[in-house]
T-cell receptor, first 114, second 112 residues
């Protein structure tokens, strides 16, 4: 069964350092999402791509976060510099273009900033 | 802005009992999703509800959607320990972007 792949699964970094996460969506899924989930809360959308274009990045802290999906397939989310408050689970999801627009989630990357 | 609320936030129940988790949302939407999350893990899709009156069942879980009341329920029948997890509802918002807004989550603990 096709799955969304993410790496690394765990990342510990010191504040002010740069960190990057990678996501490979399910083959053929045009829409890719990055979410941040703080412990005890529901996921919050950071950025959404349709193919290689950003369609929603309203909640992305653009002073330190960036995301790209250059060829419309895999994607990278970067944080520079990392802050203590960035400690969270970063989830990638993908969906096809038609109904029911169900989003399939990857295993996530657990980030700890010290 | 769409807000999604779940209650209860925490539910401790005994095996064999029945209970319902409620998901209320603040603006019109005709698509609602239920996910399960085990500790430290990602989200697993449980149900996709696409229209008013939709009802879906899988094992001991049954989900329903009332778009007029802006309410979805997740009913648990004869709970077993394996159902212990956090359950999230999520509602589509934003038209063409199909943005998911998640609820606060309900932590379910089934005691033997």
């Amino acid at each position: 069964e096709a799955e969304v792949a993410q790496s690394p699964r765990y990342k510990i970094t010191e504040k002010s350092q740069a960190v990057a996460f990678w996501c490979d969506p399910i083959s053929g899924h045009a829409t890719l999402y990055w979410y941040r989930q703080i412990l005890g809360q529901g996921p919050e959308l950071l950025v959404q791509f349709q193919d290689e274009s950003v369609v929603d990045d309203s909640q992305l802290p653009k002073d330190r976060f960036s995301a790209e999906r250059l060829k419309g397939v895999d994607s990278t989310l970067k944080i520079q510099p990392a802050e203590l408050g960035d400690s969270a689970m970063y989830l990638c999801a993908s969906s096809s273009s038609g109904l029911p627009y169900e989003q399939y989630f990857g295993p996530g990357t657990r980030l700890t900033v010290t | 802005e769409l807000k999604v609320e779940q209650n209860p936030l925490f539910l401790s129940m005994q095996e064999g009992k029945n209970y319902t988790i409620y998901c209320n949302y603040s603006t019109t939407s005709d698509r609602l999703y239920w996910y399960r999350q085990d500790p430290g893990k990602s989200l697993e899709s449980l149900f996709v509800l696409l229209s008013n009156g939709a009802v879906k069942q899988e094992g001991r879980l049954m989900a329903s959607l009332d778009t007029k009341a802006r309410l979805s329920t997740l009913h648990i029948t004869a709970a077993v320990h394996d159902l212990s997890a956090t359950y999230f509802c999520a509602v589509i918002y934003g038209g063409a972007t199909n943005k998911l807004i998640f609820g606060t989550g309900t932590l379910l603990a089934v005691q033997p």
